[in-house]
């Protein structure tokens, strides 16, 4: 029998009630989750606000070589000196020395990277201390900005700023972020751990130290040593950037905490992050390369003009700067 008007408006009316129910449950779920997901990101704002007010030291001393200052908002190209010092290595507490100097430039423009490692011992002004010496020495005299400006005027670039870390932190960072990939380029033994050549394979903090100080089994010696921090560091910056170490963040911070100092403001930082993350998918690796000589029975390497000149204009035209 058919339904009379009466009935089919009743059951259009229930349904009408039974759709609108549905939605206003949808919706109270989604302003629930997007609730439980503003709180979650401003927990991880706040952490990381937190964090890198702790390990933020600017450096008064450093001298500006660059007209203006460059400007990460307007995603402009800039520099960073990596140092990783030996304060926190063999239980060491003093100032120590920069076990291992590199200078990073990213061009978002390009989407590129350029890592360049320059010898510990090279022969060269230690700017402010008025000598000529290893470079290495300039954190021992004075610190973070007698290491920029020394390196600075060595290369012919401004650093505009500087990641340093101990050598205890770089271990405990490859631990927090699960590891890092990296393929040998010789076999040898270090530490008790084992690399063997053309192999692959994920190295935990202890194993990935040794792996990047081995140097006199490096038939290249330091130059040799150094090939192999850079794979670390370029293994370490790819990691970082995944998602299970996103997740793994608060460990991340705490090591970041203990063993690491930068003159990089929390907003500098969340705007490399959000725009300038791409250029970091291609790095190209560079040594700066020296001869050895000898000066009062110490051993330096001595580099010649022309590399100075190749290095210096390969940074400056990925810094676009003349």
């Known amino acids: ?35 439980i997901f503003g709180l979650v990101i ?12 702790k390990i933020y030291k600017n450096v008064d001393d450093k001298e500006e070589v660059r007209k ?8 402009d190209s800039f520099s960073v000196l990596m140092l990783g010092v030996d304060t926190g290595d063999l239980g ?23 890592i360049v490692s320059i010898p510990r011992d090279t022969y060269t002004e230690i700017v402010g201390k008025g000598t ?10 004075g610190g973070t900005a007698m ?17 340093e870390v101990n050598m205890q932190g770089i271990q405990d960072l490859v631990d927090t972020v699960g590891g890092v990939n990296v393929t040998s380029p010789l076999t040898f033994d270090y530490d008790g751990y084992s ?7 994920t190295l935990a903090g202890a194993e990935a130290l040794a792996f990047s100080r081995m140097r006199y089994e490096d038939p290249e010696g330091d130059y040799g040593r150094q090939k192999r921090q850079r794979q670390v560091l ?36 969340v705007d490399i992050f959000s725009k300038y993350r791409s250029a970091t998918s291609t790095i190209e690796q560079i040594q700066l390369k020296g001869e050895g000589i000898t000066l009062d029975g110490i051993s330096y390497q001595q580099v010649s003009e022309e590399e100075l000149s190749r290095v210096s204009t390969l940074l400056k035209e990925q810094l676009e700067i003349e």
């Open 1 to 35: 029998m058919a339904k009379s008007r009466s009935d089919v408006s009743k059951n259009t009316k229930k349904g009408s009630k039974k759709s609108k129910k549905g939605l206003k449950i949808v919706l109270a779920l989604v302003v629930a989750l997007l609730v």
């Open 42 to 53: 401003w927990k991880v704002y706040s952490d990381v606000a937190g964090t890198t007010e």
């Open 68 to 75: 203006s200052p460059v400007n990460i908002d307007k995603s």
């Open 92 to 114: 060491r507490t003093e100032q120590g020395r920069s076990d291992t100097m590199m200078v990073m430039t990213i061009n978002p423009r390009t989407n590129t990277s350029k």
């Open 132 to 141: 000529m010496d290893k470079i290495n020495h300039a954190y021992a005299f």
């Open 147 to 163: 290491a920029m400006n020394t390196v600075q005027k060595l290369v012919d670039i401004p650093i505009d700023y500087y990641v």
């Open 195 to 201: 690399f063997i050549e053309g192999q692959a394979k």
């Open 234 to 269: 370029e293994a370490i910056v790819k990691k970082a950037a995944t998602f299970s170490t996103i997740t793994n963040y608060k460990d991340v911070l705490g090591t970041m905490e203990n063993n690491l100092q930068t003159n990089l403001a929390f907003e500098d930082m």
